[in-house]
C-alpha cells in the first residue's frame, strides 16, 4: 500500500532572524539517501525555539527562509535509500530535523532517519511529539550526574517542562535538584510539583544561598541553560571541582567567566549538545535509551499541555509563549491527524 | 649548629591593590607546625606577579599589606614541628608562599613544608628560583597534552618564558606547538627560538588562520593565559572537542563564551591552578615530577635572566617589567648571598 504524497503541503515559514512567521503552501520535499519523509502529527513550542527564531544558530549557517521547530511526531510516509529509513516506513516516529532550518513545524518534514525514533504501541502522538528535546535530555543529565558522581544538581531553569522532568527523575534517584528560578510566581509552580530547594536568581542574596546550599548538599552538576551572568554566579557559588554544563542560552548573551574563579576551584565548563552526547551512544545504548524515555513518557517524563493550535496560528501562538514562557507548553496539531 | 634568625628584615609590601611598593623593616616572622622559614637568595619577576599586584586573589581573601612574590629558591633555617619540615632544615629549596600576601619578596619567608621543593646537588640557586611557576607549569601542560592525545597545543603567552618551555619541550616530544603573540615584533622572538608556527592575534585574519592551523596539526588543547575576548576566539577556532584550560587572566578581563559554539563543538573549559594539579599527585610522583624539572632546568627549562636588581628597586623594577614584560626576566638578588 503506498502512500500518495500530495505535491504542496502548508509549512510555516521565517524569512530573516526575529521576522515574522507566516504559512505558506510548499512543494513537499523528496527524501534522499538515509533519510524519511515525516507526515508530521504534532510539533511544540520549545524554549530553545525562541533562540532559534531570534537568529541563533547551532551549525553557524542557515539559509532564510527557515521552516522553524526542533522536535515533533508523524508518520514516516516515504524512504529513501538504506537500511533503517527502509525500515522506517509506515512507522509512528518521534523525529527532529537534520538540516537547520528544515524543521517540523509543517505538514511534512524530509530528515535523517537517524534523527528519527520509531515509537512503540501505546505511545500517545502528541506526548511523543515532545520525546526528544525535554524527555531524551532530562535522562541525559541524570546519567550525567550519576556516572560523575555527583551528588546533588543544580538546575537553572527550575520552573520549565524541562525543569520539572529533571527534578522528578531525581527524586526517584535519590539526587537532590537546587532549583533556580527567575521570577517571585515561578517559586509556587516548583513548590508544587514537590521541589524542597527553590532559589529565585532575582533575589540579592541568591549567589550566597546558593553558595551554602550547594556545598551542603554537595551539588557538584550545574545545569546552564541561561549563560551570561548567571554562568558566572554559577560558578562564584560552586564547590571545588564543579562542573557546568553548558547548553543553552536563553539570555543570549555569552557567558561570563572569570578565570580566576575557574582555576582557583577547579571548575569544568563543558558545552553539552544532546545530538554530540547521542553520537557517543552505540546502536544498542540508543535504542535502550529511547525505550527507557518512552516508558517514562506518560508520568515522569510526561510534559502538560497547555494549548493546541494549527500551523495557521504559529505566529499568535509564538507571541502568547513569549509572555508566559515556561508555564505552558503549547502544541501544533498538524494535518488531517489534528 | 643553630642558625640564628635576626629579630628584622627588610622586606617588600604593598598597602592597598594597584598600590606602590615600599621597602620596609619588619619583624622576622617564626614557622608554625608544618611551616619553615626560609631565607630568601632569589625571586623571580612574573606575568603572574603582575595580576596579584594589582589585586587580583587566587583565594578570594587577603589582608593588606601583602608582600608579593609567588616563588624564590633560598635555604632552609627554621622548620616547625612536623616530620617534612624538620627534614628540610638546612637544606637549599624551591619555595612559594602557602599564605596569600606572605610572599618570597622578603629576605625571609615562612611558608608551609609542602611548599618546598628540596634542590638537588649542583641545581643553580637563581635558576631554582624559577623552578615552580614556569618549568612545573610547562611540565604539567606537556603532561596533560599527552595523556589527553592531544597532536598538537596552541598556546596563547607564547612569547613569555613561559613561552619558549613549552615550545622546547613540545619538540622534544613531538607534540607541534601554534604559538600566539600579540605584538609583530614578538613574532620574531619565537621564530629565533625554533617556533614554527606563529601567529599574531594583532592581524585581523588571526582567528581564521588559527581555526586553519588547528585543524590541520589536530590542536585540541589551547592553553588560555588571557581571557576577555581572547577565549572566545580560540573557542571559534577549535576543532571539535577541543579542551580550553583557562590558567591566567592577563587581560584582566573575565572570559568571553558563546555557550552556542560550546555545545555545537563539545568544548571543555578547565579552570587549572598548579597548586590543585600538584595535588592530586602522590608524594613519589611529586618527587620524580620534582626531580626530572630540575634535571631540565639548566637546558629546556632555563630561564634567561635579562637583570639581577636588589629588593629596594622593586619599585623601579617592576615599572620597567611592565613596558618590556615577556622579553626580559628580572630577578631579585636578596640578602648576604646576593
Request: hydrophobic fraction near 40%; proline fraction near 5%.
Amino acid at each position: 500500500m503506498k502512500y500518495r504524497t500530495p505535491a504542496t503541503m502548508q509549512a510555516v515559514q521565517q524569512d530573516e532572524a526575529a521576522g515574522r512567521l507566516f504559512l505558506r503552501e510548499l512543494p513537499v520535499p523528496q527524501p534522499g539517501a538515509g533519510e524519511v519523509l515525516v507526515r508530521m502529527a504534532a510539533a511544540p513550542i520549545n524554549p530553545s525555539d525562541l533562540g532559534s527564531l531570534a537568529g541563533l544558530s547551532y551549525s553557524g549557517s542557515r539559509t532564510y527562509p527557515i521552516t522553524p521547530g526542533n522536535e515533533g511526531s508523524g508518520t514516516v510516509v516515504a524512504s529513501g535509500s538504506g537500511l533503517f529509513a527502509k525500515m522506517l516506513l509506515g512507522k509512528p516516529v518521534a523525529c527532529s530535523p537534520s538540516t537547520e532550518g528544515k524543521g517540523t513545524w509543517a505538514e511534512y518534514m524530509v530528515t535523517s532517519a537517524q534523527y528519527c525514533l520509531p515509537l512503540r504501541r501505546g505511545v500517545d502522538i502528541e506526548q511523543a511529539a515532545m520525546l526528544v528535546v525535554n524527555p531524551l535530555t532530562a535522562l541525559a543529565m541524570i546519567e550525567i550526574a550519576r556516572k560523575g558522581k555527583h551528588r546533588a544538581i543544580v538546575n537553572t531553569v527550575a520552573a520549565s517542562n524541562l525543569g520539572g522532568m529533571i527534578l522528578r527523575l531525581g527524586q526517584r534517584q535519590n539526587i537532590p535538584v537546587i532549583n533556580i528560578v527567575r521570577r517571585a510566581e515561578q517559586v509556587g509552580v516548583v513548590r508544587s510539583r514537590g521541589g524542597e530547594y527553590v532559589l529565585n536568581s532575582s533575589e540579592p542574596d541568591f549567589v550566597a544561598r546558593l553558595r551554602e546550599l550547594a556545598q551542603r548538599l554537595k551539588a557538584t552538576l550545574f545545569l546552564d541553560a541561561i549563560g551570561g551572568e548567571m554562568t558566572q554566579q554559577l560558578a562564584d557559588a560552586a564547590p571545588f571541582g564543579s562542573t557546568l554544563l553548558l547548553y543553552s542560552k536563553m539570555s543570549q548573551q555569552n557567558c561570563s567567566v572569570d578565570p580566576f574563579v575557574a582555576l582557583v576551584k577547579s571548575l569544568r565548563f563543558h558545552g553539552w549538545f544532546l545530538p554530540n552526547w547521542l553520537r557517543t551512544k552505540n546502536l544498542f545504548q540508543s535504542i535502550a535509551f529511547s525505550r527507557h524515555a518512552q516508558n517514562l513518557l506518560a508520568t515522569d517524563l510526561s510534559s502538560h499541555i497547555g494549548r493546541r493550535v494549527p500551523l495557521s496560528s504559529a505566529q499568535a501562538a509564538l507571541d502568547r509563549y513569549v509572555q508566559g514562557m515556561t508555564n505552558e507548553k503549547v502544541l501544533f496539531r498538524i494535518g488531517a491527524a489534528g
